[in-house]
Each structure stands twice: as C-alpha cells, then as structure tokens.
C-alpha cells in the first residue's frame, strides 16, 4: 500500500509540474517580449546553458551530465529560454536537441533601445495581466500532464481539470456497450493502478452509469 501511495504521489508532483510548465510557457507568450528576455536571464543556470549552447547544439541529457543537475531542471530552464526566443529545439532519434539561435538575440538586442521603450511605455500594463488559455488549449495542457504514454499518472484535484481527464478515460467504453464490474475494473487498471477510485470517480462524474452490477456509458444530454 505504502508502495502504491509513493506512485501515486510522484504521479501526482509530475503532472503538476508538467501542467505548471506548459501554463507558464503559455502566459509568458501573452506578455511583452522584454519581459520574456528578462526571465530568460534571471537564472545563472540560463545563462551557463546559453554558454554551452553558443560553443555547439546539444541534446537535454548532455547539457544536464555538464552542469551537474538533473534532466528536469534542464527542462525546467530550457521553457524560459525556448519561450524567448533564444532556443531552438529538434527532434533527432527521440532526442531532443537544443541550439542557440542568433536571431533571437539579435531580435532582442534590437529592442534595447529608447524608442522601443517610449513605444511600450503608455501601453504596458502596471502589472502582468495573463489571459486564460482558450478552452481547447487548456484542456489539451491538462491531457499531456496527466497522462503519459496511454496513463493516467494521477486524478487532477481540481473541477475542471478532473473532467477533463474523466472524460478522456471515458473514451475507452463504447457507447452502446454494457460492462461488468469486472470489465470495468480490468480496462480501467490497464491506465491506472486504483481502478475502483477510477470508476466510482467516472460514476460521480455522470459519464458512467450504473444499475444492478452493470455498466455503461451515460448519454450525453441534449
């Protein structure tokens, strides 16, 4: 038990900070893009990336093996830089790859001047004023949180954010099948280990019904 507590927990922390990350990279495309420059530098750790990345590309694993940290802290640092511009990543053989791009630097070298800030001076808000991300682009940050590689890492605590990964569990049920308790159980344990938490939570959400040790999708209504 105490095993399936700690896997739950990490579950939980994981999709948490992956969720954080992907709402960060979104509110600080919504801002100015001084200000994006501005995060990117407010880390030594960024600016030692910078350093490397200016030498030659690299993949997260090598940049995380030369400054001595762990994969996710690079992760964590490579969101500001890629949000300002100042990275570029590709995929090669399931790598991700990092290189600095010099036209990100220069885009923002050409931003430090008098006349820019006279131009965003009357227009700046006095304090930072994040939209929220439109529904379809939230509901997909929730889903590559929550889930990895077909499972659910752990049940969102929030309303919204629990029905949205219900919904999408949802999908594994035909519409017009009926199930056993059994059944359910057994489908539900292959994306999650507490597959009677996953029902009753698919129960409260009234997107599975049940009556008389049977199970079935509910219809949505008109």
């Given amino acids: 038990m105490a095993d399936e507590e700690r896997d739950e927990r990490r579950g939980r922390i994981e999709a948490q900070r992956k969720y954080g990350l992907a709402r960060m990279q979104f509110d600080l495309e919504q801002v100015e893009p001084l200000l994006r420059f501005g995060r990117a530098f407010a880390d030594p750790m ?8 200016a030498e030659r590309s690299m993949y997260g694993q090598e940049l995380a093996e030369a400054l001595e ?17 100042l990275i570029e990543m590709r995929r090669e053989n399931n790598y991700h790859h990092y290189e600095l791009t010099p036209e990100g630097l220069q885009k923002i070298a050409g931003m430090l001047t008098v ?36 499972r659910l890492l752990s ?21 017009e099948s ?23 939570e698919l129960i409260d959400q009234k997107l599975m019904v049940r009556e008389n040790g049977r199970y079935w999708l509910a219809r949505p209504k008109e």
């Fill in 46 to 53: 960024r600016i030692r990336i910078l350093a490397l990345l």
């Fill in 69 to 85: 940290v762990s994969a996710p802290t690079i992760s964590h640092h490579l969101v500001f830089l890629k949000s300002a511009g």
């Fill in 115 to 150: 006349e820019h800030l006279r131009s965003i001076g009357t227009t700046f808000p006095a304090q930072e004023t994040f939209a929220q991300p439109p529904d379809e682009a939230n509901r997909q940050m929730i889903l590559e949180a929550y889930f990895e590689e077909g």
């Fill in 155 to 175: 049940i969102p605590p929030t309303t919204l954010s629990r029905r949205i990964a219900m919904e999408k569990v949802a999908e594994m049920f035909g519409p």
């Fill in 178 to 200: 009926i199930y056993s308790e059994q059944e359910v159980n057994e489908m539900l344990k292959r994306i999650y280990p507490e597959a009677a938490t996953l029902r009753r």
